[in-house]
């Protein structure tokens, strides 16, 4: 028979609450017959019945034994039966009495209280004798129920009921350290001096370290054979975190930088930290290509394993707008969106009648060229580009002073109306405006609208009823050909024309003479680097002619030149340009020489000896629109550059 009670703990004192359940049970299946009644023996829970004494009457006893049941002051039993095989026959009082009894179908109960007389019960103490009538023959048991209790003066006792006796036990509590670091088996109330196998079991992400009791190492290993003290007992299960690996990256590398790579301990905090790059933002946080977080600053506790982290940046868009200045004066291209250091190209496009001045970022001038070319700053960027109207300047001459007078010309802006006037002078006659040797016009009030600079000249000549051409030049040169024009009265159609290789401004031989009815004659056999010289007359009504015009020189010396030959180190700038040039040398000498500057046809413009430096600054001012050729003689050594002036 085993009886088994058990009390929870209480508050700090660790008071049993409730009497576990205890069962008394006549173990080995005693069997007791009315003709073989015999007074029964305990001895290891086992009863035998002895058949030479043959008794109706069992008689139970119930014992107490143990240091804690020095001051009992109470007890409740409850206590199953087979009413049909016993008859509960009383309690019969030894160490305490006015035990009351009451049996409610199969459960007796038995209720003692006298806390102002407690019984010391620590030696072998017979407390009752339960008595029972055997009704039947057949196995029987008494089974202890749920809600027996001891009671004395450390509260209610746990119990365990072996052979007849009420020992007292002791508790063993296990704590798991920490408290998720895992599990353990073992705990429970046990007699002093009982074998008890203990487990701890660790969770994932954790290692068993150590059993502890009262802080002193009692065992290193997850299985622990202990052995029940006199008293009750404190373990502690010690298990400790794994450590793991955190590594950070971010993506793309450029995007941004990361921090919070470490070791960490299974179940700690980590906090990793993902910092975009200028002209990135921050976008997740993933591993193994799926987010875990959206936010830069990203906190979580530590898993069973090593972690490789992600920071993904992108690259933010930036909005470049441009607009014209005025919106009527040009247009632009190169506005969208970019990336933070993403090479732009911003165009302006004057309008007809506009130029292009400069782009503005707000009032700060950032560039004077039309093609602007830029990193995009890490933020929106507004451009504009500033364009005026064009102002022209109509330059207006006569062929001669003295032969008449002009007006009209100044500046213009585009677009404007111009209106020119030649008179001539008394005795003089006007013939055309020109512009670059050929005719514009034979009214000598010309309208236009301003679109260009222009230089135009007014040709006016002596009265004449067959006037000789004016004005004459070349145009188209190359070394084989080129094409003569000449300015003549309107009403003149017929023109002969004498050219041929030229000496010193004269015909050198025969010559040829062609007569054509349009005022230029197309060359197409001329010789490279030769010299020519062309002369023109009218004819005029009633078979007048006039007389030949003055001659006009040209030359294929210099048709096709580079703007510097090899070995010449010479150079002019600017080139294009207009106005003031500056004609310069690498090397740093003084020579006397001569500049001279001709045509393309040859014609020399002009010529100065002088003291030639390292740079020499020339006022071409009086030179028209056009190329010309620069030499420079020095000794025995001359050098050539070609130089176009524009308007």
């Not at 173990?27 to 001895?43: D, E, M």
């Not at 109706?56 to 199953?80: C, R």
């Not at 030649?422 to 013939?431: C, L």
């Not at 700038?573 to 046809?601: A, R, Y």
């Given at each position: 028979?085993?009886?088994f009670?058990?009390?929870?703990?209480?508050?700090?004192?660790?008071?049993?609450?409730?009497?576990?359940?205890?069962?008394?049970?006549?173990?080995?299946?005693?069997?007791?017959?009315?003709?073989?009644?015999?007074s029964i023996?305990?001895?290891?829970n086992?009863?035998?019945?002895?058949s030479?004494?043959?008794v109706?009457?069992?008689?139970?006893?119930?014992?107490m034994?143990?240091?804690g049941?020095?001051?009992?002051?109470?007890f409740?039993f409850?206590?199953?039966?087979?009413?049909?095989?016993?008859?509960?026959?009383?309690v019969e009082?030894v160490?305490?009495?006015?035990?009351?009894?009451?049996?409610s179908?199969n459960?007796l109960?038995?209720?003692w209280?006298?806390?102002?007389?407690?019984?010391?019960?620590t030696?072998?103490?017979?407390?009752?004798?339960?008595l029972?009538?055997?009704?039947?023959i057949?196995?029987?048991?008494?089974?202890?129920?749920?809600?027996?209790?001891?009671?004395?003066?450390?509260?209610?006792?746990?119990?365990?009921?072996?052979?007849?006796?009420?020992?007292?036990?002791w508790?063993?509590?296990?704590?798991?350290?920490?408290?998720?670091?895992?599990?353990?088996?073992?705990?429970?109330?046990?007699?002093?001096?009982q074998?008890?196998q203990?487990?701890?079991?660790?969770?994932?992400?954790?290692?068993?370290?150590?059993?502890t009791?009262?802080?002193?190492n009692?065992?290193s290993?997850?299985?622990l054979?202990?052995?029940?003290?006199?008293?009750?007992?404190?373990?502690?299960?010690?298990?400790?975190?794994?450590?793991?690996?955190v590594?950070?990256?971010?993506?793309?590398?450029?995007g941004g930088?990361?921090n919070?790579?470490?070791?960490?301990?299974?179940?700690?905090?980590v906090?990793?930290?993902?910092?975009?790059?200028?002209g990135?933002?921050?976008?997740?946080?993933?591993i193994?290509?799926?987010?875990?977080?959206s936010l830069?600053?990203?906190?979580?506790?530590?898993p069973?394993s090593?972690?490789?982290?992600?920071?993904?940046?992108e690259?933010i868009?930036?909005?470049?707008?441009?607009?014209a200045?005025?919106?009527?004066?040009?247009?632009?291209?190169?506005?969208?969106?970019?990336?933070?250091?993403q090479?732009?190209?911003a165009?302006?496009?004057?309008?007809?009648?506009?130029?292009?001045?400069?782009?503005?970022?707000?009032?700060?001038?950032?560039?004077d060229?039309?093609?602007y070319?830029?990193?995009?700053?890490a933020?929106?960027?507004?451009?504009t580009?500033?364009?005026l109207?064009n102002t022209?300047?109509i330059?207006?001459?006569?062929n001669?002073?003295?032969?008449?007078?002009?007006?009209?010309?100044g500046?213009f802006?585009h677009?404007?109306?111009v209106?020119?006037?030649?008179?001539?002078?008394e005795?003089?006659?006007?013939v055309?405006?020109?512009?670059?040797?050929?005719?514009?016009?034979?009214?000598?009030?010309?309208?236009?609208?301003?679109?260009a600079?222009?230089?135009?000249?007014a040709?006016?000549?002596?009265?004449?009823?067959c006037?000789?051409?004016?004005?004459l030049?070349?145009?188209?040169?190359?070394e084989?050909?080129?094409t003569?024009?000449w300015?003549?009265?309107?009403?003149?159609?017929?023109?002969?024309v004498?050219?041929?290789?030229?000496?010193?401004?004269?015909?050198?031989?025969?010559?040829?003479?062609?007569?054509v009815?349009?005022?230029?004659?197309v060359l197409?056999?001329?010789?490279?680097?030769?010299s020519?010289?062309?002369?023109?007359?009218?004819?005029?009504?009633e078979?007048?002619e006039?007389?030949?015009?003055?001659?006009?020189?040209?030359?294929?010396?210099y048709?096709?030149i580079?703007q510097?030959?090899?070995?010449?180190?010479?150079?002019?700038?600017?080139?294009?340009?207009?106005?003031?040039?500056?004609?310069s040398?690498?090397?740093?000498?003084?020579?006397?020489?001569?500049?001279?500057i001709?045509?393309?046809?040859?014609?020399?413009?002009?010529?100065?000896?002088?003291?030639?430096?390292?740079?020499?600054?020339l006022?071409?001012?009086?030179?028209?629109?056009?190329?010309y050729?620069?030499?420079?003689?020095?000794?025995?050594?001359?050098?050539s550059?070609?130089?176009?002036i524009?308007m």
């Amino acid at each position: 028979m085993q009886i088994f009670f058990r009390m929870h703990q209480t508050n700090l004192f660790r008071f049993y609450l409730n009497l576990f359940i205890a069962t008394l049970s006549l173990l080995g299946n005693v069997a007791v017959s009315q003709q073989n009644f015999g007074s029964i023996v305990s001895k290891n829970n086992e009863y035998s019945i002895d058949s030479q004494n043959i008794v109706s009457t069992i008689s139970v006893p119930l014992k107490m034994q143990g240091v804690g049941f020095f001051s009992i002051s109470s007890f409740s039993f409850y206590i199953g039966f087979d009413p049909s095989k016993l008859q509960f026959a009383g309690v019969e009082p030894v160490a305490v009495s006015n035990v009351s009894s009451n049996v409610s179908g199969n459960l007796l109960s038995l209720q003692w209280s006298n806390p102002g007389n407690p019984v010391n019960m620590t030696s072998n103490t017979l407390v009752v004798n339960i008595l029972f009538n055997r009704i039947a023959i057949g196995d029987v048991s008494l089974i202890f129920q749920p809600g027996s209790k001891v009671g004395g003066s450390q509260g209610l006792l746990p119990v365990n009921y072996t052979n007849t006796v009420l020992l007292q036990t002791w508790d063993l509590s296990i704590e798991n350290v920490p408290s998720n670091g895992g599990t353990s088996t073992g705990a429970g109330n046990y007699l002093p001096g009982q074998l008890i196998q203990l487990q701890a079991t660790p969770e994932p992400g954790f290692l068993f370290s150590s059993w502890t009791q009262n802080g002193q190492n009692i065992g290193s290993g997850p299985n622990l054979a202990f052995i029940m003290p006199n008293s009750h007992a404190s373990l502690q299960a010690n298990f400790t975190p794994k450590s793991y690996q955190v590594l950070t990256h971010p993506l793309p590398t450029q995007g941004g930088s990361t921090n919070g790579s470490g070791i960490y301990n299974y179940g700690q905090t980590v906090t990793v930290q993902a910092v975009p790059a200028l002209g990135y933002s921050f976008s997740k946080w993933t591993i193994n290509g799926v987010q875990v977080s959206s936010l830069p600053s990203y906190s979580f506790q530590m898993p069973d394993s090593d972690l490789d982290l992600w920071a993904n940046f992108e690259l933010i868009n930036y909005n470049l707008s441009l607009n014209a200045n005025p919106p009527t004066g040009g247009s632009v291209t190169g506005g969208g969106n970019y990336h933070y250091n993403q090479t732009v190209v911003a165009t302006a496009i004057p309008a007809t009648g506009f130029h292009f001045v400069n782009w503005t970022q707000g009032s700060t001038i950032v560039s004077d060229q039309p093609n602007y070319t830029f990193q995009m700053p890490a933020s929106d960027y507004q451009l504009t580009a500033r364009f005026l109207i064009n102002t022209y300047i109509i330059d207006i001459q006569t062929n001669q002073d003295d032969y008449g007078i002009v007006s009209g010309g100044g500046s213009f802006t585009h677009g404007s109306p111009v209106s020119l006037q030649a008179v001539p002078n008394e005795g003089y006659e006007f013939v055309a405006w020109t512009e670059n040797n050929q005719v514009v016009s034979y009214e000598s009030n010309y309208s236009f609208i301003a679109e260009a600079n222009r230089s135009l000249t007014a040709i006016f000549q002596l009265f004449s009823t067959c006037p000789p051409p004016l004005s004459l030049s070349i145009s188209e040169l190359s070394e084989y050909t080129s094409t003569l024009r000449w300015v003549s009265a309107v009403q003149i159609s017929d023109w002969k024309v004498w050219w041929g290789r030229a000496l010193e401004d004269t015909i050198a031989g025969e010559g040829v003479i062609v007569e054509v009815d349009t005022n230029l004659l197309v060359l197409d056999t001329l010789s490279p680097q030769t010299s020519y010289i062309f002369y023109v007359k009218s004819y005029c009504i009633e078979n007048q002619e006039s007389v030949w015009s003055e001659g006009f020189s040209f030359s294929t010396h210099y048709v096709g030149i580079n703007q510097k030959f090899h070995e010449n180190q010479w150079s002019i700038s600017p080139n294009p340009g207009k106005g003031v040039f500056t004609l310069s040398h690498p090397e740093n000498h003084v020579f006397d020489g001569q500049i001279q500057i001709h045509d393309m046809s040859g014609k020399l413009m002009t010529a100065e000896s002088r003291q030639i430096h390292p740079e020499n600054l020339l006022d071409l001012h009086f030179l028209t629109p056009g190329f010309y050729v620069i030499k420079l003689l020095a000794k025995d050594k001359s050098y050539s550059i070609k130089l176009l002036i524009i308007m």
